[in-house]
């Protein structure tokens, strides 16, 4: 399916987290239809601050049901333990995982005793993200990045 980029110019970061957490319930919804799990790779930054908030409200008011089907990888993950504040894990897990109660046997992050080897560390992040997902012909389906 061919996407078509837009820009969008918005007020401020509150209205940048409502706008993300509204295209993502909606490619989460599409995803789970098809497929029956929905698959994100959260960059780190902000990004999670911003959109956590928007997503949690989404939640508590049942406009995103099934986010136990929804499971979580890492686009830039950092070699850090992930219970450093380093980590894009932790601030993702703070903000975004625990209040949509998505189980943590759906977030697939990196092997803490690899993180002083960063090559047996990205081969191992490899085979646990194709150990997770579906593959379609030959390529790992990643609903949103």
Known sequence: KKTVPQ???LDDKKAVGRAVALEIKKQAADAIERRRMFVVAFSGGSLPKIVGPALAEMHKDGELPDTDQWHILFSDERLVSLSSD?????????????????????????????????????????KRIL??????????VIDMV
């Open 86 to 126: 380093d980590s894009n894990f932790k601030s993702v897990k703070e903000h975004v995982v625990d209040p949509l109660g998505i189980p943590d046997k759906n977030v697939v992050t990196i092997d803490e005793k690899l993180i002083n080897d960063p090559s047996a560390a990205a081969k191992s992040y490899q």
């Open 7 to 9: 820009v969008t110019i």
């Open 131 to 140: 150990d997770h997902m579906t593959i379609a012909q030959g390529i790992p």
